[in-house]
């Protein structure tokens, strides 16, 4: 593991500030806002649609804390783009959003520095406002407690072979991110597959975009597999952080939500690896086991992380969530065991 400490020189443009929000492209938006808002705890937000005088394309967006998701698909039988979009990829996220201070500016930077720009600077108003109260009401009613998913911690892209250092060059060269932190395949990797991994992030450190591309292995990594079945580079899984992942994780199993499993013996390793350390969890561990929430940790801190199985029948998007003490890091310690589990699940689809 690679971390890098030298952010270079401050940006003159203006400050990426957070993940603002991130937009999937799926079959039926409707239907997936609800079952984020039933599954995990998100309420309705905003909605675009005929009602609001959309004839194109439909939006449903949902909230929890600061994390939003918007969820759109066609109203018309002809939209090629989405069409096509869905038919090679499947229901995916399709833009990752950041807000920062200075559009303008940064948008400047960009085009100076070669970015290309898909769509100039626009502006965006109506006066929808949230959907209807009656309906938020029943889902915070039948649904409580909250889970307790704050915010959008990093979101990681999966590549095709060979392109991660020209898309971390693309972060440098047109929106001014450092490498944050690496790992490449000598450190990371199971009997069967492997992957390297560099993590950009803007000069605040707010943001952070790992990005994966599968190593060669006995059998085909769930990189390699995300990539044939998504058709091409895209969003493996977003990170969403909390501050009681215990609370949080306990929750969403109760509202049917599905997780990976790991070994007992994780476990068990992990109690011997951690009686040598001066860190100490503060977590009840069988707590931790019970519900197969993994830790990794150095001697300044601890993270506590786990992952969903997919979102969707291909074997592309999954979530996270994340608990972090004073660590910065992103699970290395973890990534054996992850691929371990996420190797069970490919064995059971025949795609390992």
Same mark, same amino acid.
């Given at each position: 593991?690679?971390?890098?400490?030298?952010?270079?020189?401050?940006?003159?443009?203006?400050?990426?500030?957070?993940?603002?929000?991130?937009?999937?492209?799926?079959?039926?938006?409707?239907?997936?806002?609800?079952?984020?808002?039933?599954?995990?705890?998100?309420?309705?937000?905003?909605?675009?649609?005929?009602?609001?005088?959309?004839?194109?394309?439909?939006?449903?967006?949902?909230?929890?804390?600061?994390?939003?998701?918007?969820?759109?698909?066609?109203?018309?039988?002809?939209?090629?783009?989405?069409?096509?979009?869905?038919?090679?990829?499947?229901?995916?996220?399709?833009?990752?959003?950041?807000?920062?201070?200075?559009?303008?500016? $940064?948008?400047?930077?960009?085009?100076?520095? !070669? @970015?290309?720009? *898909?769509?100039? #600077?626009?502006?965006?108003?109506? +006066?929808?406002?949230?959907?209807?109260?009656?309906?938020?009401?029943?889902?915070?009613?039948?649904?409580?407690?909250?889970?307790?998913?704050?915010?959008?911690?990093?979101?990681?892209?999966?590549?095709?072979?060979?392109?991660?250092?020209?898309?971390?060059?693309?972060?440098?060269?047109?929106?001014?991110?450092?490498?944050?932190?690496?790992?490449?395949?000598?450190?990371?990797?199971?009997?069967?597959?492997?992957?390297?991994?560099?993590?950009?992030?803007?000069?605040?450190?707010?943001?952070?975009?790992?990005?994966?591309?599968?190593?060669?292995?006995?059998?085909?990594?769930? $990189?390699?597999?995300?990539?044939?079945?998504? !058709? @091409?580079?895209? *969003?493996?899984? #977003?990170?969403?952080?909390?501050? +009681?992942?215990?609370?949080?994780?306990?929750?969403?199993?109760?509202?049917?939500?599905?997780?990976?499993?790991?070994?007992?013996?994780?476990?068990?390793?992990?109690?011997?690896?951690?009686?040598?350390?001066?860190?100490?969890?503060?977590?009840?561990?069988?707590?931790?086991?019970?519900?197969?929430?993994?830790?990794?940790?150095?001697?300044?801190?601890?993270?506590?992380?786990?992952?969903?199985?997919?979102?969707?029948?291909?074997?592309?998007?999954?979530?996270?969530?994340?608990?972090?003490?004073?660590?910065?890091?992103?699970?290395?310690?973890?990534?054996?065991?992850?691929?371990?589990?996420?190797?069970?699940?490919?064995?059971?689809?025949?795609?390992?």
């Amino acid at each position: 593991m690679t971390t890098y400490t030298d952010k270079g020189p401050k940006p003159e443009a203006g400050k990426f500030l957070n993940f603002d929000h991130i937009r999937f492209w799926v079959g039926n938006a409707k239907q997936a806002a609800s079952y984020y808002c039933v599954r995990l705890g998100f309420e309705p937000y905003a909605y675009r649609g005929l009602e609001t005088g959309s004839r194109t394309v439909c939006s449903h967006a949902v909230k929890q804390n600061k994390i939003v998701y918007v969820f759109e698909s066609a109203l018309m039988p002809d939209n090629q783009e989405m069409g096509q979009h869905l038919v090679r990829h499947g229901d995916g996220a399709k833009d990752v959003a950041f807000a920062v201070e200075d559009l303008d500016a $940064i948008m400047k930077v960009a085009k100076q520095r !070669g @970015g290309q720009v *898909v769509r100039d #600077i626009w502006e965006e108003q109506d +006066d929808c406002g949230k959907l209807a109260t009656s309906y938020e009401n029943i889902l915070k009613t039948l649904f409580s407690p909250e889970i307790g998913l704050n915010f959008i911690d990093h979101v990681v892209g999966n590549q095709p072979d060979l392109e991660m250092e020209n898309v971390a060059k693309w972060y440098e060269d047109n929106l001014a991110f450092h490498r944050f932190w690496s790992v490449d395949d000598k450190q990371i990797h199971t009997e069967y597959s492997a992957l390297r991994s560099i993590v950009v992030t803007n000069w605040e450190e707010t943001i952070k975009m790992p990005i994966n591309e599968p190593a060669p292995g006995k059998r085909k990594s769930q $990189i390699q597999e995300y990539v044939d079945h998504y !058709g @091409g580079a895209g *969003v493996q899984h #977003i990170a969403m952080n909390t501050n +009681d992942i215990i609370r949080a994780i306990s929750n969403l199993r109760q509202r049917g939500m599905e997780f990976l499993s790991v070994p007992k013996v994780y476990y068990k390793t992990l109690r011997e690896q951690l009686s040598k350390s001066r860190t100490k969890v503060a977590e009840d561990m069988d707590m931790l086991e019970k519900l197969n929430i993994l830790v990794d940790f150095d001697e300044d801190g601890y993270l506590l992380q786990i992952f969903t199985k997919n979102m969707q029948d291909r074997p592309t998007l999954f979530l996270e969530v994340i608990q972090r003490h004073n660590h910065q890091g992103f699970g290395a310690g973890n990534f054996k065991a992850l691929f371990e589990a996420i190797e069970i699940d490919q064995a059971e689809r025949g795609n390992l």
